[in-house]
């Protein structure tokens, strides 16, 4: 079945087509859900890691486990900024997602992810390197730091790797 194809059910009772959501909607939806778990002051992020219509992994920004989360400790501006103008203490969502199912020794070759913001570079190295064939993104992350490109996206499309905006089924 194609993931992005839309299932139609017949309601018996009511002789009326009812639309379910696709795989493409409950996943972006769960990472748009996870995303309000961050403890990020400036920008919250969710992904979802799938295999073969299965979710994997799970993840949002924030601070590694155990260290401090920001908007407890810093609630007003957030943590301190690198020289970059990154946090100095955040992994990103896909990261934390792909942490993890290493950490559980979970194959991600040939998997999909969906994230709230379009990968930045770094992340898309990591996401190139475990063998992520899809990534489905909602927001670009080049437009929410103000520059040119995203540089994320253009390095996984470069290297093979299938990556589409999400756009939301209305209908649904």
């Not at 489905?136 to 253009?154: Q, R, T």
């Given at each position: 079945m194609n993931l992005t194809s839309e299932m139609l059910k017949t309601d018996t009772k009511n002789s009326k087509k009812v639309?379910?959501?696709?795989?493409?909607?409950?996943?972006?939806?769960?990472?748009?859900?996870?995303?309000?778990?961050?403890?990020?002051?400036?920008?919250?992020?969710?992904?979802?890691?799938?295999?073969e219509t299965r979710?994997?992994?799970?993840?949002?920004?924030g601070p590694p486990a155990g260290t401090h989360n920001c908007d407890e400790e810093w609630p007003e501006n957030g943590c301190a900024r690198d020289?970059?103008?990154?946090?100095?203490?955040?992994?990103?969502?896909?990261?934390?997602?792909?942490?993890?199912?290493?950490?559980?020794?979970?194959?991600?070759?040939?998997?999909?992810?969906?994230?709230?913001?379009s990968p930045c570079l770094p992340c898309a190295r990591i996401i190139f390197s475990v063998g992520i064939k899809k990534v489905f993104y909602l927001k670009s992350y080049a437009h929410y730091k103000g520059i040119e490109s995203d540089e994320g996206v253009e390095f996984l499309t470069k290297f093979g790797i299938q990556v589409s905006q999400y756009i939301p089924d209305s209908n649904v």
């Amino acid at each position: 079945m194609n993931l992005t194809s839309e299932m139609l059910k017949t309601d018996t009772k009511n002789s009326k087509k009812v639309k379910t959501p696709s795989f493409d909607d409950i996943y972006m939806n769960l990472a748009e859900s996870l995303a309000q778990k961050s403890h990020c002051v400036k920008q919250k992020v969710g992904a979802v890691l799938t295999k073969e219509t299965r979710i994997v992994s799970l993840g949002y920004n924030g601070p590694p486990a155990g260290t401090h989360n920001c908007d407890e400790e810093w609630p007003e501006n957030g943590c301190a900024r690198d020289r970059k103008g990154s946090c100095s203490l955040a992994l990103h969502a896909e990261a934390n997602a792909i942490l993890y199912a290493a950490k559980n020794k979970v194959d991600m070759d040939g998997s999909t992810l969906y994230v709230t913001l379009s990968p930045c570079l770094p992340c898309a190295r990591i996401i190139f390197s475990v063998g992520i064939k899809k990534v489905f993104y909602l927001k670009s992350y080049a437009h929410y730091k103000g520059i040119e490109s995203d540089e994320g996206v253009e390095f996984l499309t470069k290297f093979g790797i299938q990556v589409s905006q999400y756009i939301p089924d209305s209908n649904v």
